[in-house]
């Protein structure tokens, strides 16, 4: 059984700052992990990947996340947010490769003030 | 262009009449798969089919049907609406092949409203 858990239902940053959107998964085998984005009034598209090779890995849009396995987290990080960033995020879990079914975060809505 | 075509976008209908949301791909992709998304409940898996003819529940089954009768579509039916299937459905598709597992290419959504 695998899951997922985002800290925080809405995080707000300042135009320029930081984002920093926390995902904390569960699998009792090597997991894939994944980042999708949801923009308003359209479906979801994938941010980036992780598929056990390397532990960084940088996505579309600047994103980009880390893969910490003593610590069980997937965070997602951009070093400057910009206003078209303002989406609804999803941290999502599989069971590794060969394996299709996803299960998802509840999303982390991304608010950027200017 | 490459997409997933789900019709109807916004549809109100009313308890007991029967649906289908269709799904269409222009992938050639093999694996497709229905989810709903819920407010503070994510997107949570309804049925899913591998290939044609093959098709497999997810997590949240009860009250709705598939079929996959080719490899495009995939229309996901409600036999007898309920009121707690209001929710918004996404249909997303994906190659088969161990380097894009998990990589899933989405519909636009449909919202559905039940009275």
């Known amino acids: 059984?695998?899951?997922?858990?985002?800290?925080g239902s809405h995080v707000s940053v300042s135009e320029g700052a930081l984002v920093l959107l926390r995902c904390n998964y569960s699998s009792?085998?090597?997991p894939y992990l994944f980042w999708y984005v949801q923009y308003p009034n359209q479906g979801l598209q994938l941010l980036l990947k992780y598929t056990s090779a390397a532990t960084l890995v940088k996505g579309i849009n600047g994103f980009e996340a880390e893969f910490k396995k003593s610590e069980t987290s997937f965070h997602l990080t951009k070093?400057?947010?910009?206003?078209?960033?303002?989406?609804e995020y999803f941290c999502a879990v599989s069971s590794g490769a060969g394996s299709y079914q996803l299960t998802f975060g509840k999303g982390t809505k991304l608010s950027v003030i200017p | 262009?490459?997409?997933v075509t789900q019709n109807p976008r916004y549809l109100?209908?009313?308890t007991g009449k029967k649906l289908t949301v269709t799904c269409s791909q222009n992938m050639n992709h093999e694996y497709m798969s229905w989810y709903?998304?819920?407010?503070?409940?994510?997107?949570?898996q309804i049925y899913y089919s591998?290939?044609?003819?093959?098709?497999d529940k997810g997590d949240v089954p009860e009250g709705y049907k598939v079929s996959r009768k080719e490899k495009r579509n995939f229309p996901l039916i409600l036999?007898?609406?309920s009121p707690n299937q209001t929710s918004l459905y996404f249909c997303a598709s994906s190659p088969l092949g161990t380097g894009s597992a998990g990589e899933l290419f989405f519909g636009e959504g449909s919202r559905l409203t039940v009275l």
């Open chain 2, 79 to 81: 036999e007898s609406p």
């Open chain 1, 1 to 7: 059984a695998q899951s997922v858990t985002q800290l």
């Open chain 2, 50 to 55: 591998m290939n044609v003819e093959v098709t």
């Open chain 2, 36 to 44: 709903r998304q819920d407010p503070g409940l994510g997107l949570r």
């Open chain 2, 12 to 14: 109100i209908t009313v």
């Open chain 1, 79 to 87: 070093p400057s947010a910009h206003m078209s960033d303002a989406a």
């Open chain 2, 1 to 3: 262009e490459a997409q």
């Open chain 1, 28 to 30: 009792s085998v090597p």
